[in-house]
């Protein structure tokens, strides 16, 4: 499963970023995917998934009231939008894929990444 993030850039403060997961291969037909980041010098943190039936899983409580996500099974596509944007989620964002159609409730280390694009959130 080939991935690629596009969407990145500068937000102001307060703002809201929408990025978006093109994969290429039957393989997404049966892939949860799911979205992650990394900040400089942090872990990287798991953010959310989303199934085949595109049924929504958030893994991280930082961004759970501002996260939505869609999916997009003919287009093989999948978005990522969050609001109200801080500093803090200043970071690369990736998407990853897993041959699974359900999301675990618990983040899962997908085997099939894509290369991440960065955010910034500054005024």
């Known amino acids: 499963l080939q991935l690629v993030v596009s969407g990145g850039g500068l937000v102001q403060p307060g703002g809201s970023l929408k990025l978006v997961c093109q994969a290429a291969?039957?393989?997404?037909?049966?892939?949860?995917i799911g979205w992650f980041r990394q900040a400089p010098g942090k872990e990287r943190e798991a953010l959310s998934c989303?199934?085949?039936?595109?049924?929504?899983?958030i893994w991280a409580d930082s961004v759970a009231d501002r996260i939505w996500m869609t999916r997009d099974n003919r287009g093989k596509m999948v978005s990522l939008q969050m609001n109200n944007l801080n500093a803090e989620d200043s970071a690369v964002y990736y998407c990853?894929?897993?041959?699974?159609?359900?999301?675990?409730?618990?983040?899962?280390?997908?085997?099939?990444w894509g290369e991440g694009t960065q955010v910034s959130v500054s005024s």
């Open positions: 291969g039957s393989e997404f037909d049966y892939s949860a």
């Open positions: 990853a894929g897993a041959p699974i159609r359900v999301c675990p409730r618990v983040p899962y280390d997908m085997p099939d």
């Open positions: 989303i199934a085949t039936d595109s049924k929504r899983t």
